[in-house]
């Protein structure tokens, strides 16, 4: 391959473009830099908040702030939505827009599920536990961390509106699929993203709601 191929991409005997960096299309490395980017982000965060939880002298136990049999119902909502991503990014391979279409669907169906958990949990924390940004659960017997609210808001909000994004994207790209209108490409990215959403998720549930 040329470097002029390497860098613009060229056209085939069918006049069909070719990807232009080293077999993978712009747009699918652009999406590998966002989502590298927001990683780090994410990471960051949840880097902050270890070291605020190890060096805070007392920190609530998540066990008495959370029901973690809910949390976990939301957990395996969002690993579920990704097994129907990966079969709906599989259908689209094999041209079947419909099943893809359904399929996406059903994807943003769970992750709006997991969004109106959420806005339970949330409502959990401000009305029933009085936590805001700067004062924390007020249980009896939970020593009152501000940190601890100031992590749980921004972090799980930071994510939530990654899920929210995530949605509004899966519901167009399923549109787009039906109408013969997205390719498996398409499909394929709108795939990365809600996989990524949710493996930063099973890190957030992980360090957040378990350690």
Do not use: C
């Amino acid at each position: 391959m040329s470097s002029t191929a390497v860098t613009e991409g060229h056209h085939n005997d069918a006049g069909e473009s070719e990807p232009g960096f080293y077999g993978t299309s712009w747009q699918k490395l652009m999406m590998w830099w966002f989502i590298i980017g927001d990683a780090i982000l994410f990471g960051t965060f949840l880097g902050a908040y270890g070291y605020a939880r190890l060096s805070a002298h007392a920190w609530p136990d998540p066990s008495k702030v959370f029901s973690m049999n809910f949390i976990t119902v939301m957990t395996f909502t969002l690993i579920t939505s990704s097994a129907t991503m990966a079969t709906a990014v599989a259908a689209s391979r094999a041209k079947n827009n419909r099943m893809a279409a359904h399929f996406t669907m059903l994807t943003a169906v769970g992750g709006l599920a997991f969004l109106g958990m959420q806005v339970v949990e949330w409502h959990h924390m401000i009305v029933e536990h009085g936590a805001r940004l700067a004062v924390g659960p007020q249980i009896e017997g939970v020593p009152n961390v501000p940190m601890f609210s100031a992590f749980f808001f921004t972090i799980t909000g930071f994510h939530g509106s990654h899920v929210a994004s995530g949605v509004v994207i899966l519901f167009i790209t399923a549109i787009n699929a039906y109408r013969g209108k997205s390719g498996p490409e398409g499909v394929e990215l709108s795939g990365l993203y809600w996989h990524f959403v949710d493996l930063v998720w099973v890190f957030v549930f992980g360090t957040y709601y378990l350690l």
